[in-house]
T-cell receptor, first 117, second 112 residues
């Protein structure tokens, strides 16, 4: 089983609909992230969370909201989807970079492809 | 305002030769850098990282070089293999913030 699981993997919806993308992790990490990938724009940070009480905006948070329901769960919502939110969305988790033996890497899920018509 | 830039969208290299992928950053507060590889229909996977206290880090065929004065890092893959064909992203952050900023990616194609 994957350490970082995203649902749904694919979703097609219409403009104006509310959409929720869910992420759960079994790595025990406190830090969780949502990114979107667009051709030519790379991976852009939407929101990130350090624990259930700490939510931070990323580079492109407008039009999105998040909920950290538990240490292991972090969901991304589009309250009223629009076509330019069509993208591949990734959830990720990280461990701290305190220990020199830890790389401080992000661990990504497999992605959720969202199409807004 | 793109803080992390990968100016080459694509790169083709012959199998067995060296692949060099470049990344530039503008924020002098960044002090930790990572490279990721991404295959189609999969999430990005970690390759190698480097702290700003170093200028080089090696892991097998992969070496990352950091030039702080130029705000530039590069990933060298030697020798390149067809399985290395993927999109490569560099990322940067200021340790303590845990806010990872990614570049736009470079698509590497290794020709057999």
């Amino acid at each position: 089983d994957a350490d970082v699981t995203q649902t749904p993997r694919n979703r097609i919806t219409k403009t104006g609909k509310r959409i929720m993308l869910e992420c759960s992790q079994t790595k025990g990490h406190d830090r969780m992230y949502w990114y979107r990938q667009d051709p030519g724009l790379g991976l852009r940070l939407i929101y990130y969370s350090f624990d259930v009480k700490d939510i931070n905006k990323g580079e492109i948070s407008d039009g999105y909201s998040v909920s950290r329901q538990a240490q292991a769960k972090f969901s991304l919502s589009l309250e009223s989807a629009i076509p330019n939110q069509t993208a591949l969305y990734f959830c990720a988790t990280s461990d701290p970079i305190r220990d020199r033996d830890l790389t401080g890497e992000l661990f990504f899920g497999e992605g959720s492809r969202l199409t807004v018509l | 305002d793109q803080q992390v830039k990968q100016n080459s969208p694509s790169l083709s290299v012959q199998e067995g030769r060296i692949s060099i992928l470049n990344c530039d950053y503008t924020n002098s507060m960044f002090d930790y850098f990572l490279w990721y590889k991404k295959y189609p229909a999969e999430g990005p996977t970690f390759l190698i990282s480097i702290s700003s206290i170093k200028d080089k880090n090696e892991d097998g065929r992969f070496t990352v070089f950091l030039n702080k004065s130029a705000k530039h890092l590069s990933l060298h893959i030697v020798p390149s293999q067809p399985g290395d064909s993927a999109v490569y992203f560099c990322a940067a952050l200021r340790t303590g913030t845990y806010k990872y900023i990614f570049g736009t990616g470079t698509r590497l194609k290794v020709l057999a």
